[in-house]
Structures are given as C-alpha cells and as structure tokens.
C-alpha cells in the first residue's frame, strides 16, 4: 500500500482520475459490515471454543475419545455458552450476506479483474495499487478462505446437513468440519493482524479515511 519494497507506491493521479474515489461506496460499506461481523464471530467464537477446548477428527468426539489436539487455554467455561452460539449464528449470515453483495458487486463492476487480479507490469505506465503478494492473498482470503469457513460453518449444523448430507460427508464428519472451521479462523485471524499492520505502515489515518470517504485525506 506504501511506497517500498513490500508496499508498491501509488499510482500518481491525472485529472481524469483525480476525483475518483479510491474506494466504491459498496467496498467501502461492505468493509465496515464485515469488520463488524467480523469481530462479533470472533468474540463468539472464542466462547464457544473456551466451552470444549479441544479438536477431534471424524464424526464424533467428547471427553471420552481421543483428541486430535487439546488446545492450552488459560480457562474453560462451562454451560455459558448461549449468548456465544447465537451471537455467532447472527454475525454468521451477516457476513455470508454482506460477502455475497461484496462478490456480485466485485464481479459486476470488475473490481477484482481490475483491482485484485495479478498482472504483468510489463508496458503498464503506472504500477498497481497492490503488488502481486497482496493481490493473491485478498483473492484467497475471498475466494477460498472465507467459502471454506461458510462451508464448514454450514457443515456443523445438524438441520443443514439433514437436508445436504453432503457437506458434512466431504468433509469427513462433524468433528472434521469442526477442525477444519477453527484453522480456516485462524488463517483468517492472521490475514486481519497482517493487514492491520500494512494500514498502518502505509499511513493508518490516510488509509482509514479513504475507506471511509473514499478519498485519501489531503
């Protein structure tokens, strides 16, 4: 996002594009949506798992199986977890509802070909506002890892899977949608804590306002 070896410098702006926003009022409202969402499945998220800290693999698993790995948190809650499961059923389909907006309206205004898409620089006059890291790791986060957390999700939910069997079936069980859920999380916990620190890099307060007005801030 900066001008350095790991952030590409930003295109200087013409006349033509000079008003533009940096932003589309649909990525900049879905951003916040999503941020927002987010951080309630999060919150949630972490409720649920101090409820049974533990990952199994297959169909089933309790206290009486073994475990695929036990996970070293500092405390368990025990019995407290209905504000955390319906909490993170509502932010869930807020951030599956917001995301299809976000994708149908990539595709229809070609924000990911232009924006996202990996391109040779050969012959460009201007470089692009991501590099390549950037690009394929946005695209991934969209197109795989956020499918793979919904799938998942989906595929831990007994009233859906009896209708769909299969997609809890190609994961290999419950326990594994349940596995595979928590990393996916993870990666994307880790892409959040990544692009925090490059906003800020790149000049936290320009960065922000530009996805809140959508234009950089002069």
Partial sequence: MAGSAYFPRPAIRTSDTADAPRH???VRITHWINTLSFFGLLISGIAILLAHP????????NLETPSLLDLPLPFVLTGQTGWGRSLHFLAAWVCVLNGLLYVLSGVLTQHFRRDLAPRSLRGEEQPPTYNVLQRLTYLGVVFILFPLTIWTGLAMSPAITSVFPALVTGLGGQQSARTIHFAAAGFLVLFLLVH???????????RVQAMITGKDRT
Avoid at 54 to 61: C, F, I, K, P, S
Avoid at 196 to 206: D, P, Y
């Fill in 24 to 26: 589309s009022a649909v």
């Fill in 54 to 61: 533990r990952l199994y693999w297959g169909e089933t698993g």
């Fill in 196 to 206: 925090v620190a490059m906003v800020c890099l790149a000049g936290f307060r320009n």
